[in-house]
């Protein structure tokens, strides 16, 4: 079982519709992250919140918007995507972000497969 | 900026043969290496890590070793079993006095093995 959960595993929506990826996690950790992988392509990290305040948008769509309550939840909401939007999202934790706290080490949720129609 | 390149896969193996799958970095200071693996429908997991020049990491029979000189951290197992089949990601991060804390991965290799 890992620390890191994410709802839902699987999501299939349309371009006009508005849902939201969750993603949790029971490491105590203050850093969360949201990457996108879709096929061929490297690993795109999206947003990093560090204890709660973000702290790196990568050029992310509007269409992507993320929110982070708290250390442990992360949420990404997502409207009016496109298809090319369809990839698995992965969700990663870590105890911080930044000099003093950045051991490297990424801990990942399963993903959540996005397909968009 | 710093970046990460791997070999290209699929690679296709039969169990027990031995493995390589090359990686190599480009990057400024003295950064941490790793090897994440990602198992069918499943996320990414930790498999080894090497924080300096010339630490080896190891992790269920995987080896790698933080080679300076050769900006290399290839990942090594002598004998495959086919629940190895996953795709491999060689990953690093900033200079350990850099106040990011963000991964440059690699674009991950596919490992099948067949019995």
């Known amino acids: 079982e890992t620390g ?53 948008n990568n050029s992310v769509p509007s269409r992507f918007s993320p929110e982070c309550p708290n250390s442990s939840h992360l949420f990404l909401h997502l409207h009016t ?29 399963e993903g959540s497969r996005l397909t968009v129609l | 900026g710093d970046s990460v390149t ?24 003295y950064p941490s290496l790793f090897w ?31 080679r300076k000189e050769t900006t290399s951290f290839h990942l090594e197992k002598g004998s495959v079993q086919v629940s190895d089949s996953a795709v491999y990601f060689c990953a690093l991060s900033g200079d350990r006095g850099s106040t990011l804390g963000r991964l440059y991965f690699g674009r991950g290799t596919q490992l099948t093995v067949w019995p």
């Open chain 2, 6 to 29: 791997q070999m290209e896969g699929p690679v296709t193996l039969s169990e027990e043969a031995f493995l390589t799958i090359n990686c190599t970095y480009t990057a400024t200071g």
């Open chain 2, 36 to 66: 994440y693996v990602q198992y069918p429908g499943e996320g990414l997991q930790l498999l080894l890590k090497a924080t300096k020049a010339d630490d080896k990491g190891s992790n269920k029979g995987f080896e790698a070793t933080y």
């Open chain 1, 81 to 109: 995507l496109q298809p090319e939007d369809s990839a698995l999202y992965l969700c990663a934790s870590s105890p911080g972000y930044g000099r003093t706290m950045n051991t490297g080490e990424l801990f990942f949720g």
């Open chain 1, 4 to 56: 890191v959960t994410q709802t839902p595993r699987h999501l299939v929506m349309g371009m006009t519709n508005k849902k939201s990826l969750k993603c949790e996690q029971h490491l105590g950790h203050n850093a969360m992250y949201w990457y996108k992988q879709s096929a061929k392509k490297p690993l795109e990290l999206m947003f990093v919140y560090n204890f709660k305040e973000q702290t790196e």
